[in-house]
């Protein structure tokens, strides 16, 4: 018996919503399973955490290797949940804003972006390459989600907006990766030189947050 045609959209708006969602589950759960042995409840939970704010990238990796696992494995993991999220987005944009808490957030992030033209409006003359620095840039909000919806406001094509997310998440994750590695491995050889850094990357962490906040005071 073949399907009426508003059967066969209903199934798929069904499977575009679900797929995403199952891909993410089933891989993550998969890569817990066979790769992190005795890390696996860490593992997981680092990855739900990143969908928690205020947790982002930034934290959650340096998070992961401190706890043991390999740089290169969290590093991927959180950036195909940014892959995952822009695909479901690329594939039901519309459906999600309606969904409770998500769709406020969305809606909330495009108003700002029409209102606001500093706040993303460097992106828009680099289009592809803006985004690809956006989702680089290891800061609360500039993920896979947010990444999808600034794509939408500068009139880029979906499709464009999913690669350029999906390029970068996995650059800028990596980088995250193997730079906490990096400093983890300077902790264990010269305990003083790892707390320098350390304090270093604080001040000027605090001096990017202090003048965000000025600019954004300003703009009120």
């Known amino acids: 018996m073949n399907m009426s045609p508003i059967n066969e959209k209903l199934s798929l708006k069904i499977l575009k919503f679900i797929i995403p969602i199952f891909v993410g589950v089933i891989t993550v759960s998969i890569i817990g399973l066979i790769t992190v042995e005795n890390l696996r409840l860490e593992y997981w939970s680092l990855v739900f955490a990143y969908f928690v704010p205020p947790f982002g990238?930034?934290?959650?990796?340096?998070?992961?290797?401190?706890?043991?696992?390999?740089?290169?494995?969290?590093?991927?993991?959180?950036?195909?949940?940014?892959i995952m999220t822009a695909w479901f987005l690329y594939w039901n944009y519309d459906l999600a804003k309606?969904?409770?808490l998500?769709?406020?957030?969305?809606?909330?992030?495009?108003?700002?972006?029409?209102s606001s033209s500093d706040r993303y409006g460097w992106i828009k003359?680099?289009?592809?390459?803006?985004?690809?620095?956006?989702?680089?840039?290891?800061?609360?909000?500039?993920?896979?989600?947010?990444?999808?919806?600034?794509?939408?406001?500068i009139g880029m094509k979906p499709i464009n907006t999913f690669i350029a997310i999906s390029i970068g998440a996995i650059i800028g994750?990596?980088?995250?990766?193997?730079?906490?590695?990096?400093?983890?491995?300077?902790?264990?050889?010269?305990?003083?030189?790892?707390?320098?850094?350390?304090?270093?990357?604080?001040?000027?962490?605090?001096?990017?947050?202090?003048?965000?906040k000025n600019k954004s005071n300003m703009r009120k």
């Not at 290891?138 to 947010?146: A, N, R, T």
């Not at 590695?181 to 304090?199: E, P, Q, R, T």
């Open 57 to 82: 990238k930034e934290s959650v990796i340096p998070a992961g290797v401190i706890a043991g696992i390999h740089p290169l494995i969290m590093a991927l993991s959180i950036a195909f949940v940014d």
């Open 98 to 100: 309606k969904i409770p």
């Open 102 to 114: 998500i769709g406020a957030f969305m809606i909330k992030v495009e108003n700002i972006g029409k």
């Open 125 to 153: 003359p680099l289009r592809f390459i803006g985004i690809v620095l956006f989702v680089m840039v290891p800061f609360q909000g500039s993920g896979g989600l947010v990444g999808s919806i600034v794509g939408r406001l």
């Open 173 to 212: 994750c990596t980088l995250i990766a193997y730079f906490a590695d990096a400093i983890l491995s300077v902790f264990i050889k010269n305990f003083l030189y790892g707390i320098m850094i350390i304090i270093i990357l604080l001040t000027l962490g605090i001096m990017l947050y202090i003048y965000r």
